[in-house]
C-alpha cells in the first residue's frame, strides 16, 4: 500500500498548544514576557551574550543593514545560491547585490571569490548556511584580514542553521551576526519567526545595540507596548524611521518549548539522515549530503541529495515520479540568477557555473522529526527505484 508523506510538517505537541493557550489567557499576547524569556533561552543555547526575537530572519537582516546605515553607494557580498530573502533586504537598501559563486562540488560560498569580490565600497557579507551546514566562518574572518578589511560587517544567514556545530560550538556567535529563521518548516519554529544572536552589544562603538535593535524593530519607538500600556506611563519618543518586526508573546511561547524539546528533535532528525545515507550510499550515482567531519556538523535541517550524470529535466522527472506516489520532495534551490526579478536586474546563471551544477541535479529528501524512521527507509527506496528507472 502507498503511503502519503508530506515534505516538511511542524512537530507540534500538547506542550506548544497549552503554551500558546496560556498567552492568549493571560491578557497580554504581543511582545511581553514570553518573549524576553524566549531570548534568553536562545542566547544561552547558542552560547552568546544576546538574541534579538524577531517575526522573520528577512527582518532580522534588514535590521542589521538598517542599524548599521548600510545603502546607497555601499557594497554587499553574497552567494546566489540562497533564497531570495538574502538578496531582497540587499535591494530594499537600494544597493545591488554582489554575489559570488559558491565553490565546485559545494552549496557554500567560494572564500577566494569573496576576496577578489572585496572593494573600497564592501561593507557587508552575508554569506549563508545551506541546509543546516554552516560555511566556515574562520576562513571567512581570514580573508577580510588578509585584505586589511576587519572592518566590514560579517553576518551570517543561518536560516537554515539553528543547532548546527562549528568547532565544538552551536552556530551563532562565530560571525558578527548570526540571523535564524523559526518560520513552519524549519527544525525549530514559532510558526513565523526569527533572531538575531551576536556577542558584541558595543559594536561598531553603539552604545546599547540590543536596546537599538529593539526600538528599531519597534517603528523606532522608544517603549514597547507592554510598557506604553502601564497606567500613566503614554507618553514615547520616535528615535528613527524603524521597521515593524517584532516578534509575539504567542510566537516566543511555541519557541520556548520547541526549545526545550529540541535536542530530542534534532536526534530523530540525524536517525532519518543515516538511514537515508545507509539505503542511497551504495548507490554510485548518489552525491550524499555533507554531514560532519573534525570542524562543523550540521543541524540535519534538509537533506538536498544530488543525483550524479542527471539534468535539470531527468531530476524534475524524478519528482514528478516521486509525487504520483505521493512523496513530497523539493529542490533548495533554484539560483537567484535564474529567477525573472534578478535576470531582469542584468544577473546571468552562466556567470556562476557551480551554483547551476549543484541545481541541476539536486532533489530534498523529507526531512523532520515526526517522520518515522519505517517512512524514511520508504522514502528511499522508492527514490532509488525513480532513479533508477529515469537513467
Not at 122 to 141: C, E, F, M, N, Q
Request: aromatic residues 10%; proline residues 3%; hydrophobic residues 40%.
Amino acid at each position: 500500500m502507498e503511503k502519503k508523506i508530506p515534505f516538511s510538517p511542524p512537530d507540534i505537541t500538547q506542550e506548544e498548544i497549552d503554551a500558546v493557550v496560556e498567552v492568549l489567557k493571560s491578557g497580554w499576547i504581543t511582545t511581553g514576557p514570553k518573549t524576553y524569556e524566549f531570548e534568553k533561552n536562545m542566547a544561552d543555547y547558542c552560547q552568546t551574550n544576546h538574541a534579538v526575537a524577531l517575526n522573520s530572519a528577512t527582518a532580522g537582516l534588514e535590521l542589521i543593514l538598517k542599524v548599521f546605515d548600510i545603502g546607497g553607494n555601499d557594497e554587499i557580498i553574497t552567494t546566489p545560491y540562497t533564497y531570495t530573502a538574502t538578496s531582497n533586504v540587499i535591494l530594499h537598501r537600494g544597493i545591488k547585490p554582489k554575489f559570488v559563486d559558491v565553490k565546485r562540488d559545494s552549496f557554500l560560498i567560494d572564500e577566494q571569490g569573496v576576496y577578489d569580490a572585496i572593494t573600497e565600497n564592501t561593507k557587508a557579507i552575508i554569506s549563508v548556511d545551506i541546509a543546516g551546514v554552516p560555511v566556515d566562518y574562520d576562513k571567512l574572518r581570514q580573508v577580510l584580514k588578509a585584505k586589511k578589511r576587519e572592518d566590514i560587517i560579517l553576518i551570517s544567514d543561518s536560516a537554515h542553521s539553528f543547532g548546527a556545530e562549528y568547532k565544538g560550538k552551536k552556530v551563532g556567535g562565530q560571525m558578527d551576526f548570526h540571523v535564524f529563521s523559526f518560520h513552519a518548516v524549519k527544525n525549530l519554529t514559532t510558526a513565523e519567526g526569527g533572531a538575531i544572536t551576536y556577542n558584541n552589544n558595543n559594536f561598531k562603538g553603539k552604545e546599547d545595540l540590543y536596546k537599538e535593535f529593539k526600538y528599531t524593530a519597534l517603528q523606532g519607538q522608544t517603549k514597547d507596548a507592554l510598557s506604553k500600556m502601564k497606567a500613566g506611563a503614554w507618553k514615547y519618543d520616535i528615535l528613527t524611521d524603524g521597521l515593524k518586526c517584532n516578534m509575539t508573546d504567542i510566537m516566543a511561547a511555541i519557541g520556548i518549548v520547541q526549545l526545550r524539546r529540541f535536542d530530542e528533535m534534532l536526534s530523530k532528525r540525524r536517525q532519518i539522515v543515516n538511514i537515508y545515507n545507509d539505503i542511497l550510499s551504495k548507490k554510485e550515482w548518489a552525491i550524499i549530503p555533507f554531514a560532519k567531519d573534525s570542524i562543523k556538523e550540521t543541524c540535519y535541517h534538509l537533506y538536498p541529495l544530488r543525483i550524479r550524470g542527471f539534468d535539470e529535466e531527468k531530476r524534475n522527472q524524478v519528482i514528478q515520479m516521486m509525487a504520483d506516489m505521493d512523496i513530497a520532495t523539493n529542490v533548495h534551490f533554484i539560483p537567484l540568477p535564474m529567477l525573472t526579478l534578478y535576470r531582469n536586474l542584468g544577473y546571468k546563471i552562466e556567470d556562476y557555473p557551480n551554483a547551476y551544477d549543484q541545481y541541476k541535479n539536486e532533489i530534498s529528501l523529507p526531512l523532520y522529526s515526526i517522520l518515522t524512521l519505517e517512512d524514511a527507509q520508504y522514502v528511499a527506496e522508492k527514490l532509488v527505484e525513480c532513479v533508477e528507472k529515469t537513467m
